[in-house]
């Protein structure tokens, strides 16, 4: 059961976050700081003196997700192709004139490990990202690739999304296939500093955005909506977020794309009124079952969109959503810069995903099942 006051008792979210979590996550901008620093001492500049012909990312677990936002910021200025990946086989047009970068965290993880291999094997130039002396740093040296040894002790690889991802922010400005200035990576680590300072813990419950989400999730069944590539990356981040972390499982959609199928739930049996079964005397749980939660939309806004297109469907999916009786949660984002709005959505809901968590009793970092699988699927 959610308990909500739990969210604003510091010393039972200190109990329960085992491995500190929240404080990982509230650590992201000095992370990005230091991976700077550690990329350029392993020699990132070294990518502006290539011309691959193509581009492929490979990462699993909780770092797929830097391959997707790599992706997506390469897609608008790149003019080469860019794959992300997370499983063998390595794309069979990969050879001697292409870069494949793989990233993980422990340096063991087996997708990123063996297409690197493969990599290697085929004669392809290499970056790798992870943890120093690992088999990945030892892949990329016996390759003569560049590797950028990211020590992440203490945090896992969902809490060390923006360590990984900012030596490839950098790699995508080096190829040239996106303009990320220094004082762009600059700023991203000040904003996820800004939305650290919001949402942490020690922000109380009426005022804390990423509290308030956690439990309009946990009272609901959530759709997250983005929009464009970019907001793509942010939604799924959520959803993956809220699953692994926050032990609920949600959906994701798309602007524009999306509109017509998320819409169409809003039809359905889990939208407003009495049709969930909540508001209804009359039902019996024994023979109707549980009351089924209501839908939630949980819209990733933009002011930047203001008077686009895009912002105007925006406008009609959350007019119909309010119109049938959906709950609508919105969560806005300022910056003109892209890279730091995705920043902004993506800090809020990971904090969201860790205090769902914690607010149904979980420790954040650690499932009984996942353990499961280690060796097999998780970083």
Request: proline fraction near 6%; hydrophobic fraction near 45%; charged fraction near 20%.
């Amino acid at each position: 059961m959610f308990d909500e006051a739990r969210l604003d008792d510091v010393e039972a979210l200190e109990r329960l976050d085992s491995l500190g979590t929240l404080r990982a996550l509230a650590g992201a901008g000095a992370s990005v700081r230091r991976a700077v620093d550690v990329a350029r001492e392993a020699g990132l500049e070294r990518l502006a003196e290539l011309q691959p012909r193509g581009v492929v990312v490979a990462a699993a677990g909780g770092s797929a997700c830097v391959a997707e936002l790599f992706e997506a910021v390469a897609r608008a200025g790149g003019a080469i192709p860019v794959q992300s990946c997370t499983s063998a086989p390595l794309p069979g047009w990969v050879g001697t004139l292409d870069l494949v970068v793989a990233v993980s965290q422990s340096g063991r993880a087996a997708g990123p490990l063996t297409l690197a291999a493969e990599a290697a094997r085929r004669g392809a130039m290499l970056l790798t990202i992870g943890a120093p002396s690992s088999p990945l740093a030892e892949i990329s040296s016996q390759a003569r690739g560049i590797h950028v040894p990211l020590a992440a002790p203490g945090s896992s690889s969902r809490t060390a999304m923006w360590a990984h991802a900012t030596p490839l922010l950098m790699a995508a400005d080096a190829l040239g296939l996106s303009s990320i200035s220094a004082a762009t990576v600059a700023a991203l680590a000040d904003e996820l500093d800004r939305r650290a300072q919001e949402v942490g813990p020690s922000a109380e419950s009426f005022e804390n955005r990423a509290k308030t989400l956690a439990t309009d999730v946990a009272e609901s069944t959530a759709i997250i909506l983005g929009s464009g590539h970019l907001g793509a990356v942010a939604a799924r981040r959520a959803v993956a977020m809220l699953g692994r972390t926050g032990r609920v499982p949600v959906s994701s959609g798309v602007l524009p794309d999306s509109a017509s199928q998320v819409v169409a739930c809003f039809d359905g049996p889990l939208a407003g009124g009495e049709s969930n079964g909540a508001d209804d005397i009359f039902a019996d749980p024994y023979i109707d079952g549980p009351p089924r939660p209501p839908l939630r939309l949980v819209m990733l806004r933009h002011k930047s969109e203001a008077g686009t297109d895009l912002q105007l469907l925006a406008d009609r999916v959350v007019a119909a959503a309010e119109d049938a009786g959906v709950r609508v949660s919105l969560i806005d984002a300022e910056s003109d810069d892209p890279l730091l709005r995705v920043a902004s959505h993506v800090a809020l809901t990971d904090f969201a995903a860790t205090y769902l968590a914690l607010g149904q009793g979980f420790d954040p970092a650690t499932s009984p099942h996942v353990r499961l699988l280690r060796g097999v699927s998780e970083d």
